[in-house]
């Protein structure tokens, strides 16, 4: 099985520009708590950078 990663929307996407509220819905995040798991490679985490003010890693 593939490493994943679990991911949480902790802020809000008003306010911020197109692109990252973009890449916040392509994460399969929509709502202020709402959490993902996905697989953990390169692309993925350059898009969790783009956004960390809005987005954190959840620990297990």
Same mark, same amino acid.
């Given at each position: 099985? !593939?490493?994943t990663?679990? @991911?949480k929307?902790v *802020?809000s996407?008003n306010g911020?520009?197109?692109d990252?509220? *973009?890449?916040v819905? !392509? +994460?399969?995040l929509?709502k @202020?708590? !709402?959490?993902?798991?996905?697989?953990d490679?390169?692309? %993925?985490?350059?898009?969790?950078?783009? %956004?960390?003010? +809005? %987005?954190? @890693? %959840?620990e297990e």
């Amino acid at each position: 099985m !593939a490493n994943t990663i679990k @991911i949480k929307q902790v *802020r809000s996407t008003n306010g911020c520009k197109e692109d990252q509220r *973009r890449t916040v819905r !392509a +994460l399969g995040l929509n709502k @202020i708590n !709402a959490t993902r798991e996905i697989t953990d490679n390169e692309s %993925v985490r350059g898009m969790i950078f783009k %956004v960390k003010h +809005l %987005v954190e @890693i %959840v620990e297990e």
